[in-house]
């Protein structure tokens, strides 16, 4: 049986909606590793619904959450992403709310970061669930972080943030007004390959600067030193 009423048979979704959503929730996560060109997005899995959309916003949320709801996954990002392109996102509906929340909570079982939500998506979790994201492990103590002191002069290397030539590589170095500061080494642009250094985050100790890191990345990047991995709160994703 449909979870929604189905819509007439003049405004079916084609029969291939749920990996065209899928395809579009994987690109929307991660454009970079989609296996779908940018160009292409548009063409092949937004502009087709977008007669049904704008025709008959509701009677197209229903559809899609027929379609969706029962398979789960990336198909379901994709949907909720689709209705917020298409309808608008000041579209308000249960069935849009419902897709929505079931994308929410896919990415949670699967231990994706609140700092991978968009801000609306966190404001909406927010909003509506009154549990934690995920719950991570709690931070060292001063006492028990192994922490070693920063010689005069040291730039350490702490963590690079993926495996490409020219990922973004982090280093703590002593401010020079008495405190600790990270710096991240990264090329200028996307244009332009010349690598600079640029301060990123400061903090009193190198214990604060190493919390500070450690919830801004949230789960374990390419590369992470020991001393660092005990303020990662969170395992990898499963993505």
């Known amino acids: ?35 779908i060109g940018a160009s292409d997005i548009w063409t092949e899995l937004q502009a087709p619904f977008l007669p049904f959309a704008q025709s ?9 959450a027929d ?18 392109n298409l309808v608008g996102s000041d579209f308000s509906s249960p069935t849009y709310d419902a897709v929505r929340m079931a994308a929410l909570e896919f990415f949670r079982a699967n231990g994706v970061p609140g700092n991978r939500l968009s801000t609306d998506d966190w404001r909406f979790w ?21 922490i070693t002191p920063l010689v005069p ?11 490409a030539p020219d990922s973004n590589v982090v280093y703590v170095a002593a401010a020079q007004d008495g405190g600790f500061v990270a710096v ?8 332009d390959p010349t690598r ?19 919830e801004a990345f949230q789960t374990p990047v390419h590369w992470v030193a020991d001393e660092l991995c005990p303020f990662i709160p969170l395992t990898s994703s499963r993505f």
Do not use: C, K
């Open 196 to 214: 600079g250094r640029f301060d990123w985050t400061s903090a009193d100790t190198l214990h604060d600067l190493y919390t500070r890191i450690g």
């Open 153 to 163: 002069g040291e730039l350490r290397r702490i963590a690079q943030i993926t495996g």
């Open 56 to 64: 008959d916003p509701e009677g197209f949320a229903r559809a899609l």
């Open 67 to 84: 379609a969706v709801l029962p398979v789960g996954g990336f198909a379901l990002f994709g949907a909720a992403r689709t209705m917020w």
């Open 1 to 35: 049986m449909a979870l929604f009423p189905r819509t007439p048979r003049a405004t079916q979704l084609p029969d291939d909606v749920v990996s065209r959503m899928e395809r579009f929730g994987r690109f929307e996560f991660d454009p970079v590793g989609a296996d």
């Open 184 to 191: 991240v080494d990264a090329p200028t642009s996307d244009t």
């Open 126 to 146: 927010q909003e509506n669930r009154s549990e934690p994201w995920l719950v991570g492990r709690p931070r060292p103590t001063p006492e028990e972080a192994l």
